[in-house]
């Protein structure tokens, strides 16, 4: 493996190149979604349970075939590594968009009631009050959900996104080492959740928890 360690080094940057634009798609998608389920407003609600419904309800390589083949159809071509983390984004956010809604559901009555009294608007009072104590709720799922989301990455391979997957299909293809071409990448891929991701979420977690003054 050592003659292509340059080329698994490329398509490991390409994959946490996808992984970075797909978290930000999914968080993005996720608040979104989440705060749409919970809008007195029903076109939102609908519009958001909608998105969750689809994303949640069919098939990640499906949506990615989706976003990259059938939407040209309707005059949306999209560059393939922009459907890559576009999909990848968009399937997380949904599962994400449910830890948004739960989280927040589960910041304590007295806190919503507290705010109320201060004569709060609603904006106001989600972004001071309610979503900074619901975000340390949400760290722990979401640390499970961004190793699925990376997990997930590998998918772009099939539309021709040069990442680590794509790499090591090549380099088996051409030398026939299953063994040590997929096994370099499943090294690489579990570094990346265990050393990187995991670790990241944590120091996150505890950094949060002490600007709210938990232990």
């Known amino acids: 493996m050592q003659t292509y360690g340059g080329r698994l080094a490329e398509g490991t940057l390409v994959t946490a190149a996808q992984f970075a634009l797909a978290t930000a798609v999914a968080l993005v998608a996720a608040l979104a979604a989440g705060l749409g389920r919970l809008s007195a407003h029903w076109p939102v609600r609908a519009a958001a349970t909608t998105y969750v419904e689809i994303f949640r309800g069919t098939s990640l390589l499906v949506q990615l075939y989706w976003i990259f083949y059938v939407l040209p159809l309707f005059g949306i071509s999209l560059p393939k590594l922009t459907a890559g983390f576009l999909s990848?984004?968009?399937?997380?956010?949904?599962?994400?968009?449910?830890?948004?809604?739960?989280?927040?559901l589960s910041v304590q009555r007295g806190q919503w009631e507290a705010a109320y009294a201060l004569s709060m608007s609603p904006w106001k009072r989600m972004r001071r009050i309610i979503l900074p104590q619901a975000i340390v709720l949400m760290l722990p799922p979401w640390g499970n959900l961004l190793i699925e989301l990376l997990?997930?990455?590998?998918?772009?391979?099939?539309?021709?996104?040069?990442d680590l997957m794509f790499v090591a299909k090549q380099i088996n293809g051409s030398t026939f080492l299953s063994a040590e071409a997929f096994g370099t990448a499943l090294v690489i891929y579990y570094l990346l959740a265990r050393v990187l991701i995991t670790p990241a979420m944590r120091r996150l977690e505890r950094?949060?928890?002490?600007?709210l003054g938990r232990a």
């Open 88 to 104: 990848v984004g968009l399937n997380v956010g949904a599962y994400g968009a449910e830890i948004v809604r739960g989280s927040i």
């Open 151 to 162: 997990k997930g990455t590998a998918l772009v391979a099939l539309i021709g996104v040069a």
């Open 207 to 211: 950094s949060m928890a002490r600007r």
